[in-house]
């Protein structure tokens, strides 16, 4: 299975320009990874997503927990979260490669419903990540998933049946009922994720806990607690981050101005934006800015 991959992807990295780093590809909501070198930690926001070790070894920092996956192991990411990453095995000759598919929240729904025996509910709030081991008809789908690259004209009309059998086995899988809370009707995980899509969607905004909780039926006291406890930090440190993260890219894909990006995400102090930048990222956002010009910001996957 790990063999299939290794090939199925290295010959498409190899037909299109070749080289390391991150190749998106025509099947929507997969890319993947080629690097022979260790990185340096690089954020970057996870959506709801299956991510794969195919070869080496990553390390992922949600807040303060940080895990590690390596071959034949997958990241499930439940929730839309920013993290830091970082490759921690590769070689020359036995480079990282690590893919990526994003889920279908709604595909899993319809999927859900059809289960005969679907999982036990647990509605227990945990972190909206974890590592399992990848190996079965999952490994399976996925293999197929990549080999379409082979083959562009059959993506639109094979992807979808591969997608759902992908929702299937998550669902129906040794972790199936923490897969499925994120699915399940009014459970406090999907409770949760629907307003910090609102959040993601209105960073830019002061962040108003009360509305946030309502959305998830929750008191605010409670919602700032289940919150943190999926995500691994405060809705605060959630928005703090994302807005830090538009606005390294704004500076990355354009000239723009250090206080321009600052106010475009939603800061209102030009210097209090600095301070956090720097903080966030290491160095302050007009150097960063130079660098990132020189050299294109790529998250890592």
């Keep these: 299975m790990q063999t299939a991959l290794i090939d199925a992807l290295n010959a498409y990295a190899d037909a299109n ?78 480079p990282l490669i690590g893919l990526v598919i994003e889920l279908d929240t709604d595909i899993m729904r319809e999927v859900m419903e059809e289960i005969e025996t679907p999982p036990p509910p647990n509605d227990d709030i945990g972190l909206g990540a974890f590592v399992a ?24 009309v094979l992807r979808p ?41 209105n960073f830019s905004h002061p962040v108003r806990i009360d509305e946030l909780a309502s959305i998830a039926h929750m008191s605010p006291s409670s919602f700032h607690q289940h919150f943190k406890t999926l995500t691994s930090m405060t809705p605060l440190q959630y928005q703090k981050q994302l807005r830090l993260l ?33 903080r966030m990222f290491g160095t302050p956002p007009k150097r960063d800015a130079v660098e990132l010009r020189a050299a294109p910001y790529e998250p890592a996957l």
Aim: aromatic residues 8%; glycine residues 8%; hydrophobic residues 40%.
């Design 133 to 156: 081991d990848f190996e079965g008809p999952l490994a399976d789908c996925v293999v197929r998933l990549v080999r379409l690259l082979a083959t562009p004209r059959a993506i639109a």
């Design 161 to 201: 049946a591969i997608m759902r059998e992908i929702s299937f086995w998550l669902l129906t899988g040794s972790h199936g009922a923490e897969v499925c809370k994120v699915v399940l009707p009014n459970s406090r995980t999907r409770r949760l994720s629907e307003a910090i899509q609102v959040l993601r969607n």
């Design 246 to 278: 538009r606005a390294r890219h704004l500076m990355s894909d354009g000239n723009i101005h250090v206080s321009d990006a600052a106010y475009q995400v939603g800061y209102e102090s030009a210097s209090q934006f600095s301070r956090e930048y720097a």
């Design 17 to 94: 320009g070749g080289g390391e780093g991150v190749f998106m590809t025509p099947i929507p909501g997969f890319g993947f990874m080629r690097t022979s070198r260790e990185t340096l930690p690089q954020h970057i926001i996870y959506k709801p997503s299956l991510c794969v070790v195919v070869q080496g070894e990553k390390q992922v920092m949600f807040g303060k927990a940080l895990m590690t996956y390596r071959e034949g192991q997958a990241l499930i990411v439940n929730v839309e979260i920013p993290a830091i990453g970082r490759v921690t095995k590769a070689s020359p000759e036995k």
